[in-house]
């Protein structure tokens, strides 16, 4: 059974931070890698970052994010991380994670079923 798992959501101020974690049980995320997806309220779904399989240094980032997240893989606890810092009331979505077999590009494989961030006073 495979299944990818957010947590670490929640409702934070302007400004603060929140650590997303995605958990793999029933596979391993070694050979994948991994990317964060965000959608909210009457928007499309867009790509926040992704890490590579290989050695996890080779990493991107959404202009929009960039400087203030940092995505981030632990393969022997079989997860990703999503580090989200200086947090902006336009970051609030649900966060998706999900696997790519190709590397960071558009075909992406499994998904969880998402975490709320909300980021409001």
């Known amino acids: 059974q495979v299944q990818l798992v957010e947590s670490g959501g929640g409702l934070v101020q302007p400004g603060g931070s929140l650590r997303l974690s995605c958990a793999a049980s029933?596979?391993?995320?070694?050979?994948?890698?991994i990317g964060w997806f965000r959608q909210a309220p009457g928007k499309e779904r867009e790509g926040v970052s992704c890490?590579?399989?290989?050695?996890?240094?080779?990493?991107y980032y959404a202009d929009s994010v960039k400087g203030r997240f940092t995505i981030s893989r632990d393969n022997a606890k079989n997860t990703v991380y999503l580090q989200m810092n200086s947090l902006k009331p336009e970051d609030t979505a649900v966060y998706y994670c999900?696997?790519?077999?190709?590397?960071?590009?558009?075909?992406?494989?499994?998904w969880g079923q998402g975490t709320q961030v909300t980021v409001s006073s």
């Open positions: 890490i590579s399989s290989s050695d996890g240094s080779t990493t």
């Open positions: 999900a696997t790519s077999a190709t590397g960071c590009g558009p075909s992406f494989d499994s």
């Open positions: 029933g596979f391993t995320l070694d050979y994948y890698a």
